[in-house]
């Protein structure tokens, strides 16, 4: 079963909603980085307590896993393969300029964690606003993306001037 959400959202405000899901259901948090090199390494989660860990600008990808997690991976697809049933979040990029949306997504054939990142999406979702315009920047056409998911950091940053961006430079979003 595949679980898919693309929105906008501050990436400090996305990590800090997935570190309290890891700690309510018990799963481990891991972060990415790409460049320069890869690197993978444990966040923590659990039932642990405390404040939320900073999410480094350099973190590409963070994801929830069942414990145990394998972090003997050598790229971001050796660590999905390695670590398939895991719920994953890349972030969008962000700037004083511009934010890029973000992509939650997960594919498990385990009933019970299907069942977990289904509820998490849905969750996410009805904490956030939805309504854009999306415009080609090439051609300048214009569609409603009236199912167009976006945080309250998201809007905040949007009003004060920020461009939000889709994953590539062809698509900005106008929120309502």
């Known amino acids: 079963m595949k679980v898919t959400l693309q929105f906008h959202g501050g990436r400090h405000e996305i990590y800090a909603m997935a570190w309290e899901w890891a700690r309510e259901l018990g799963m481990l948090l891991t972060e990415e980085r790409f460049a320069p090199t890869y690197q993978v390494k444990l966040v923590g989660g659990g039932q642990e307590s405390g404040a939320t860990p900073e999410c480094g600008?350099?973190?590409?990808?963070?994801?929830?896993?069942?414990?145990?997690?394998?972090?003997?991976?050598?790229?971001?697809?050796?660590?999905?393969?390695?670590?398939p049933d895991s719920l994953f979040i890349t972030l969008g990029g962000q700037s004083d300029a511009i934010l890029r949306?973000?992509?939650?997504s997960a594919m498990t054939d385990e009933v019970t964690l299907v069942a977990a990142w289904k509820k998490l999406r849905?969750?996410?979702?009805?904490?956030?606003?939805?309504?854009?315009?999306?415009?080609?920047?090439?051609?300048?056409?214009?569609?409603?993306?009236?199912?167009?998911?976006?945080?309250?950091?998201?809007?905040?940053?949007?009003?004060?001037?920020?461009?939000?961006?889709?994953g590539t430079d062809w698509i900005k979003y106008r929120l309502d």
């Open 57 to 83: 600008d350099d973190v590409r990808r963070i994801s929830l896993n069942p414990p145990p997690v394998d972090l003997n991976a050598t790229s971001s697809l050796d660590y999905a393969k390695k670590n």
């Open 101 to 104: 949306e973000s992509v939650l």
């Open 122 to 166: 849905e969750r996410a979702r009805k904490s956030m606003l939805k309504g854009a315009w999306a415009e080609n920047i090439m051609s300048g056409a214009q569609s409603r993306a009236a199912n167009h998911y976006y945080t309250a950091e998201a809007k905040s940053l949007a009003d004060a001037g920020v461009t939000l961006m889709g």
